[in-house]
């Protein structure tokens, strides 16, 4: 067992967890801004993001670069000097460090070595759509961003289908509309969603409606801009489990399907319950 006392006498140094801005820069705040200011050193995922910040701020701390292709290198350096009693923030490029950013590795290896991790709170792409989304806010599953390789993309929404609560993803614009392919192909056409673009920026826009619409709105425009994709939640979902003996294995894919998950996935899905063979499912369903 550990316990930290964050603003109490330190031996050590402290890591500051310091959130910027996600578009708007009147979104940092004071403590933030003073943090920055106090820290000793700097450890910014690109630190040429992280200077036009600190001149806008008049924050003249040094800085040192820290992202996922130097963490091996990275982090018995910061460690040292946080073991020396050095303050060190740590700033992603855009919201919360550690939220689908560096961050998590240097977190743990601090509480490993008794280091205290003080985190500051402020912008988050995932709450700040969320709240604007119409869905329900509570409980909510924050996923970020999915596989980037087809197959390994549809896996991970294929385990995701029947949650209940609310769905938060986060999706580059290049890929949105491979993603709400799969999305649709996977969570049903009827599945509500909202597509949250370039939130807290001049351009922000909320989509809201069905995949398919949203699928159709995304094949239709010049897609930029960064995106949040929140989808409401599975509320009534087919328990496969349920009767697994007695009801006919037809009739639990059609009862799947009715609550809009595709064919195929459905047939997946009941394949494994049973653990019997997809390929005998499939042929008996569509009577092959």
């Not at 920055?36 to 008049?58: G, S, W, Y």
């Not at 855009?94 to 950013?101: E, K, L, Q, T």
């Not at 001049?202 to 398919?212: D, P, Q, T």
């Not at 059609?254 to 809009?260: A, N, Q, V």
Request: charged share 20%; aromatic share 6%; glycine share 6%.
């Amino acid at each position: 067992m550990q316990t930290q006392q964050s603003f109490g006498k330190q031996t050590k140094g402290v890591l500051y967890l310091v959130p910027t801005p996600i578009g708007n820069l009147q979104d940092m705040t004071f403590r933030a801004v003073q943090t920055l200011k106090d820290v000793d050193l700097i450890a910014a995922e690109d630190t040429r993001n992280t200077q036009k910040l600190l001149n806008h701020f008049e924050i003249e701390t040094k800085q040192i670069s820290f992202h996922e292709h130097n963490t091996g290198e990275r982090l018995p350096q910061l460690i040292e000097k946080l073991e020396n009693g050095m303050m060190i923030a740590q700033v992603s490029d855009a919201g919360m460090p550690s939220i689908s950013d560096p961050g998590q590795e240097l977190v743990a290896m601090c509480v490993a070595h008794q280091i205290a991790v003080v985190p500051l709170p402020g912008a988050n792409a995932g709450l700040t759509g969320l709240i604007a989304s119409g869905l329900l806010p509570q409980p909510f599953y924050f996923y970020g961003f999915l596989g980037r390789k087809n197959g390994q993309q549809e896996q991970e929404l294929e385990q995701l289908v029947a949650r209940p609560e609310t769905l938060i993803f986060y999706e580059a614009p290049h890929r949105l509309k491979k993603t709400l392919t799969n999305m649709v192909n996977i969570f049903g056409e009827q599945r509500q969603g909202v597509l949250a673009r370039e939130l807290t920026k001049k351009h922000e826009e909320f989509i809201r409606g069905s995949l398919a619409e949203m699928l159709d709105w995304a094949a239709t425009v010049n897609v930029r801009g960064e995106f949040v994709i929140l989808l409401a939640g599975n509320h009534n979902p087919a328990k496969v489990s349920d009767s697994a003996e007695t009801t006919p294995v037809n009739q639990q894919i059609d009862r799947l399907i009715d609550d809009g998950l595709s064919p195929n996935v459905a047939i997946k899905q009941v394949a494994k319950q049973r653990n019997l063979n997809r390929q005998e499912v499939y042929k008996q369903y569509h009577q092959l």
